[in-house]
């Protein structure tokens, strides 16, 4: 029923608990924003669910099974992750990087699982090239395709598009949108509230640990949140493009 | 009176002659005896005045030998014979001596080798204390070379010739001696394991081992050094020991056999292995002598006695 | 090129073990040394030269090599850090540590040397583990623990060498590395310790390739992190250690043999790893080698050798290699 859930989790780092009984509910097959002003715990909510933190009171489960219960490489099967800097330091080619996402499996391919992750992320041509030559948004594709080998049900990204350009974050977030069509779901932390409003289905919205607003982008995504949780004042505007409405910081 | 006839100014010129003749022989009577003086050597009693510090073992044994051992006031910690100078006080090991020890034990001398750094020479001369430095000696003849050295800086020297002599009646006698003896094949193991140390052809050690009718068989090689290959390519008929500092004779020999190679030697597995006091045979100074004879002993065994 | 390369590594050492045979102070000659080997010899002392003297030094320096530039191929994976040696956490300062201690208390010969530096390397990093990791094994705390170990331990045994005079030599000349008293019974010991760790390591190469990816993707791709790095790292530490118990710290090995080998092959940890372990093998036979040469009457220690060969043969394979890593 759920991608995702917590149930009364508790927990966060040695020196700072970032959640204190926090109940959240992912729902399946969409695209869901997670975001929230610096420090509300958007990046550490994820960790808890591929293994990085292990919470100290509550549980945290995906697809149905609990965490804790599972080993790392059961996990593995059950979601992606695309880390906001996945740089890597040594010349692996993109194909070694990512048949990694076949860890789980053995290293076996017998669906072709690969070449279908690269083809959907559109970096087939940049098979035998070296990771340490590829520009930031072909990094960002590589990594993409590499959690999607993996094939679990949920994907989850740490701010995937913050250093590229508008060309780059293009792609990526429309692609991400695709998958999210194909059933995916796709759980996306974001700093843009533009981005946020133009692809995501529903919104998670944090303050300080807690989830302050959880629904629908456009219920989420208002004034009276934006002031509540950013202390902004917003505007609407209209995208003919689109054919809706967004709501823009104001600026001055 | 004789010179009554000569004129009045030449009586007068024979006074003042014979006046200062006079004059002349008091002079020479009084200063005579100081000037006889030599300046340099001082007296008998400005010698027992003379404290001396020791930063050798073997300069602490020919000063007890030459009867001036209660001029010494401090020694190091490796001055360990006669047992007299244990009462001394000790300013620490050669290498780290304690200088602020040293001086305040206020010596006017210091007798030191040269393995004194020159850190502690320059201070030993800023606190205006006089060093005797007693040179490396590489040869058996040089021993008597030292002694000599110290014995006339303590004029002492009739008793270091004494000493001396009886030394060179020793070792004629263990010379010739040794001469009737089977020569044997001998290894000086001075340290074994991560390194092979031997006295080596250009050691004093090495021309000892002569002297008593052995064989080094690291006659060829040089400073100290040796190796596990010769060894066993040599395969001596003797192995003589010292004990390894902070062991006794019983654990350097059991380390020893136990370790190969030199567990596989022919020496070893025939027992022909023998212990001498490396004190004795590594300070040159009195007792060199009878640690020739002592080698001798050793090299022999029941042959020599 | 894998497969060339690694014939190339294995008949090179072969040789060069060949030419080492016929080198030492009680100069036997090359048609001496092969009628030796055959067995057709009829000078005793010469055959247990070369058996008993010889032969097992070539090979504990060709053991040693590769269990030197295996483990800093793990290391260089666990640690995420190119300049990563085997010597990192501590296992060469506690070794000699441990030596020094045991010499001067006086129970050298009771506990034996290479007893005394395994217990002092396994102690120091046994240590650095608890106080440099708290919930997990976190890379940059362990690094830094290890070096702070690094200095403490190195003044400690500076300090006893100092107070402790007439054991300098002997207490310096171990730390300095050395093969000389290499026995059979190390080559047995040897042998095992590679089979224990070189093996499970060849087969987590594909774990080793992933430790350097970053946190995040590596758990999140099925690696269970803390245990692989646990187990890497006391697989490395123990054969390290024992290598250093036996014949000193040799240096520079660990470090440079899988950067010659990613140099050439490639960082995949399937393709570099035996190869790693063949340059580790080479390079430290041909030190030891060299360090029988060189000197007239007795031997330089090994590691001052691997030092001055490797750092200029590292400048120049970085300079001609497939990229700079800073």
């Known amino acids: 029923m759920y991608s995702l859930e917590a149930r009364g989790l508790t927990g966060g780092y ?108 559109d970096i087939l041509h940049l098979t035998h090239k070296r990771v340490t030559e590829l520009s930031g948004g072909e990094m960002q594709r590589v990594l993409l395709a590499r959690s999607l080998c993996q094939q679990g049900k949920v994907l989850l990204l740490d701010e995937p598009v913050n250093h590229l350009d508008v060309k780059h974050q293009r792609t990526m977030m429309n692609l991400l949108k695709r998958l999210a069509e194909k059933n995916l779901s796709v759980i996306c932390v974001l700093h843009d509230l533009l981005l946020v409003q133009v692809y995501s289905d529903e919104t998670i919205l944090l303050k300080k640990g807690s989830v302050f607003a959880n629904g629908p982008t456009e219920e989420v995504i208002c004034h009276d949140n934006l002031k509540a949780v950013y202390n902004i004042d917003a505007h609407k505007i209209h995208d003919p493009a689109l054919g809706r409405d967004l709501w823009m910081p104001t600026w001055y | 009176m004789l010179y009554a006839h000569y004129s009045k100014g030449a009586r007068v010129m024979f006074n003042r002659f014979k006046s200062f003749v006079l004059i002349l022989l008091v002079s020479i009577g009084i200063l005579a005896p100081l000037l006889a003086q030599p300046l340099i050597e001082k007296n008998p009693q400005e010698v027992a005045k003379l404290s001396i510090v020791s930063l050798a073992p073997n300069a602490t044994e020919t000063l007890y030998a030459l009867g001036v051992g209660d001029l010494l006031v401090g020694r190091t910690d490796y001055c360990t014979y006669p047992e007299e100078a244990l009462a001394l006080p000790s300013i620490g090991t050669l290498y780290n001596p304690s200088l602020e020890k040293l001086v305040s034990l206020q010596p006017d001398l210091a007798i030191s080798t040269a393995f004194v750094s020159d850190e502690l020479l320059l201070a030993l001369e800023n606190a205006g204390i006089e060093v005797l430095t007693l040179n490396l000696q590489e040869t058996f003849g040089r021993t008597y070379t030292l002694i000599r050295e110290i014995a006339q800086r303590v004029n002492k020297v009739k008793e270091g010739e ?66 596990k290959e010769l060894l066993v390519a040599n395969d001596p008929d003797l192995i003589v020991m010292s004990k390894r500092w902070g062991q006794t004779e019983e654990e350097t020999l059991k380390e020893f056999s136990n370790t190969k190679p030199y567990s596989d030697l022919r020496a070893t597995k025939e027992g022909n292995l023998v212990f001498v006091d490396s004190d004795m045979i590594s300070r040159q100074g009195p007792r060199s002598a009878a640690a020739l004879e002592l080698l001798a002993q050793a090299v022999h065994g029941d042959d020599w006695l | 090129m894998r497969k060339r390369l690694a014939l190339a590594l294995a008949l090179s050492t072969l040789l060069l073990g060949m030419v080492s045979l016929t080198l030492g102070p009680a100069g036997i000659s090359l048609s001496d040394t092969l009628l030796n080997l055959t067995g057709r010899s009829v000078n005793a002392s010469q055959q247990y030269i070369i058996f008993q003297l010889r032969l097992p030094r070539v090979l504990t320096a060709i053991l040693c090599g590769t269990i030197l530039g295996g ?35 006086g129970y050298s010969a009771f506990l034996g040397l290479p007893f005394s530096a395994l217990l002092g390397a396994l102690a120091t990093t046994a240590l650095i583990f608890l106080v440099g990791t708290k919930h997990k094994v976190s890379q940059t ?34 730390t300095l590395g050395s093969f000389t008293s290499s026995t059979w019974a190390q080559v047995l010991f040897m042998v095992l310790c590679v089979l224990l760790f070189i093996v499970p ?80 093998s080479f390079l430290l036979l041909g030190s030891d080698t060299l360090a029988r040469l060189l000197l007239p009457t007795g031997e330089m220690p090994v590691g001052v050798i691997t030092s ?17 890593y800073v």
């Open chain 1, 14 to 121: 040695d020196k700072q608990e970032v959640f204190n009984n926090l109940d959240l509910a992912v729902p399946k097959g969409k695209f869901i924003a997670l975001t929230g002003p610096n420090g509300s715990g958007k990046s550490t909510l994820l960790k808890f669910f591929y293994k990085e933190l292990i919470p100290t009171k509550g549980t945290v489960h995906i697809g149905g099974s609990e965490v804790s219960s599972l080993t790392q490489k059961n996990l593995a099967r059950k979601l992606g992750f695309v880390p906001q800097n996945g740089r890597i330091d040594y010349d692996f080619s993109v194909l070694e990087a990512v048949s990694m996402g076949r860890y789980a499996y053995g290293g076996h391919d017998e669906e072709g699982s690969i070449e279908q992750a690269m083809r959907d992320c």
């Open chain 2, 162 to 227: 004494l000493i001396i002599l009886t030394m060179q009646n020793q070792v004629k006698d263990v010379v010739e001696k040794a001469r009737t003896m089977e020569k044997k094949r001998v290894y000086f193991m001075v340290d074994f394991g991560s390194f092979d140390g031997t006295a080596t052809g250009d050691t004093y050690i090495s021309e000892m081992l002569g002297m008593v009718g052995a064989i080094n068989i690291a006659q060829e090689a040089t400073r100290w050094t040796y190796s």
């Open chain 3, 71 to 105: 483990a800093g191929a793990v290391f260089q994976a666990v640690l995420r850090n190119p300049m990563a040696d085997p010597f990192v956490l501590g296992v060469s300062a506690g070794a000699s540590f441990g030596v020094a201690l045991s010499i001067t208390l």
């Open chain 3, 141 to 174: 705390t362990l690094l830094l623990t290890g070096v702070a170990a690094n200095y403490i331990l190195s003044a400690g045994m500076t300090l006893l060498m100092f107070l402790n005079h007439e054991q300098y030599d002997r207490i310096l000349f171990w």
């Open chain 3, 201 to 280: 390591m060849r087969l987590s190469h594909t774990e080793m390739d992933m430790l350097l990816l970053d946190e995040g993707s590596a758990l999140a791709a099925g690696l269970p992190l803390q245990k692989i790095r646990i187990v890497l790292l006391l697989l490395a530490t123990f054969a390290v250690a024992t290598c250093v118990a036996f014949f000193g710290v040799i240096g520079f090995i660990g470090l440079m043999a899988p950067h010659m080998a990613r140099l050439i092959l490639g960082p995949k940890h399937s393709k570099m790893l035996l190869p790693t372990c063949l340059f580790g």
């Open chain 3, 308 to 324: 001055i060969l490797g750092a200029p043969l590292f400048i120049w394979m970085l300079r001609k290699g497939r990229y700079a």
